[in-house]
């Protein structure tokens, strides 16, 4: 069964759902009466930031209607908001999906929801019919917001298992709770969806085509959750260098930048994920001018080799991404460059790979993602000839691996002795005594402090480089 995707006009849209969860409030009041007990929650994401945001607005609405959110999927909803741009993203899901199972099984109260990209492809769909019929609801990437209507669906007496899926949508509706997993940062959607269609990527298939929201709402929100006690933003969207193309207002992802900069109070400003072919030098003047726009770029390469970012219709070129990267560090000298790789891409030869390698000592990365392609049927390089062998693959996967990890140990060890500043964000994992922080170029570093730090930035002196982060004291 599915609900119908009539769509209203956001301000119309956002009282609906207002109305719902008020009534999910109700409904959750009264199943915790009968039951005599708390209802417990639990949102486990898989996949990228913007999924991350999507679940807190999830967490918002389910601790708004009075669920306990917890870590365990012991819970009494457990929702997977899911991934699906690699294949073993998906097998994870199903992986996991029959533990819940046999938990389900023994709390009768128990239910199962599934959103997110993965559930946006329609093979998906038909595998979870057949063989998860114990889910709940499933619901995709375009109707995220109407989960409090959903969610009084699951809370009122059914049957069988709610599908509500939309192919698209135009709608953009922010401004319902949203339950921050830090205090003092946030990420801050600016568009969603793309229209790139790189050609071994279903983003575009899942996520719809590119849509941005106006300047104003944005700006809106992130002075509201400044004066929340967020002191750093993180701008989210598939291209953000596209920002405001399908705007009736005239302005650019550059130009809101700036506007966003003025905004008293914030500290710091980061962006993902840029592509490489839509980076203007408006955009390079202005991360040089700014004194809150942090010190790092994330612009994935995907390849070294022009032949296969050609067969990849990445609309750039070797050469044209080395050009771009030399006006990057002529404008912006202390600029710390991420990047994202694929190794295995059909037709990839190991003459391909040594280019990637070249570009990756060339560039002097800071740091890089390396996966292995994964087909992804429905885009064009699923069916594409010279698929490369599971063996070459591994192969070529270790060697690129190896000289990223050299060239990162190496940019890292650059600031040894400095003084940086840093936004702690956590007290150490492993070690209580120490806190932990990202300095403006997303370097990851500990030092001695405790909990009353977090969320301030502090000077801190880099002492020991320990490969991939540092130990420091502060000053
Ligand atoms: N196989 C492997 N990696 C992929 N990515 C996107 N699609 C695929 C795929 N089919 C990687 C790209 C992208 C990152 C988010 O995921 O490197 O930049
Ligand atoms: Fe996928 Fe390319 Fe869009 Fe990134 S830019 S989401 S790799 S299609």
């Not at 990057?328 to 030869?349: A, C, R």
Request: charged residues 25%.
């Amino acid at each position: 069964m599915s609900l119908t995707s009539n769509q209203l006009p956001s301000e119309e849209e956002i009282l609906k759902q207002r109305a719902a969860l008020d009534k999910a409030k109700q409904l959750v009041a009264e199943k915790k009466a009968k039951l005599g007990r708390d209802l417990t929650c639990c949102v486990t994401t898989f996949g990228c930031q913007m999924n991350s945001r999507d679940s807190e607005k999830l967490l918002g609405i389910l601790k708004e209607a009075g669920y306990r959110i917890i870590d365990s999927e012991d819970a009494d909803l457990v929702v997977y908001n899911t991934c699906t741009v690699r294949d073993n993203a998906n097998q994870r899901v199903y992986g996991r999906l029959g533990h819940l199972h046999s938990m389900k099984k023994k709390n009768p109260q128990k239910q199962i929801a599934l959103c997110g990209c993965m559930m946006q492809e329609p093979s998906v769909i038909e595998i979870i019919r057949q063989k998860y019929s114990f889910v709940d609801l499933v619901f995709g990437t375009h109707n995220i917001y109407k989960f409090a209507e959903l969610l009084c669906h699951l809370l009122t007496p059914h049957k069988g298992m709610l599908i509500d899926l939309w192919d698209e949508t135009t709608q953009i509706v922010e401004e319902l709770p949203v339950e921050r997993k830090y205090s003092f940062k946030s990420g801050v959607n600016i568009m969603f969806g793309c229209n790139n269609f790189c050609s071994y990527c279903i983003v575009p298939y899942v996520r719809g085509r590119e849509r941005s929201r106006s300047s104003e709402e944005i700006l809106d929100e992130i002075k509201a959750l400044v004066a929340d006690g967020v002191v750093e933003v993180m701008l989210l969207g598939q291209n953000v260098n596209s920002y405001g193309k399908n705007l009736k207002e005239d302005i650019t992802f550059a130009r809101l930048l700036q506007k966003i900069e003025a905004i008293e109070g914030l500290k710091r400003i980061r962006f993902m994920t840029s592509h490489p072919k839509d980076l203007s030098d408006e955009l390079i003047e202005v991360m040089k001018n700014s004194s809150k726009i942090c010190r790092h770029l994330h612009l994935p390469v995907q390849s070294g080799s022009t032949r296969i970012l050609e067969k990849m219709n990445r609309r750039y070129t070797r050469e044209s991404y080395l050009e771009l990267v030399k006006r990057l560090k002529n404008s912006i000298p202390d600029l710390s460059l991420t990047t994202d790789i694929i190794v295995g891409f059909p037709g990839e030869t190991y003459e391909d790979v040594q280019d990637t390698i070249n570009m990756v000592r060339e560039v002097g990365y800071d740091n890089a993602f390396t996966f292995i392609y994964s087909k992804r049927t429905g885009t064009p390089a699923a069916t594409m000839e010279n698929q490369v062998s599971e063996e070459d693959v591994k192969k070529h996967f270790d060697m690129v691996l190896q000289v990223v990890q050299e060239t990162a140990r190496k940019q890292v060890s650059k600031f040894t002795g400095q003084v940086a500043e840093v936004l702690v964000e956590d007290v150490n994992e492993h070690d209580p005594a120490l806190v932990s922080g990202r300095m403006s170029n997303n370097l990851l570093v500990h030092f001695p402090g405790d909990k009353a730090l977090i969320g301030q930035l502090v000077n801190v002196k880099l002492v020991e480089n320990k490969g991939f982060y540092y130990i420091g004291e502060q000053v």
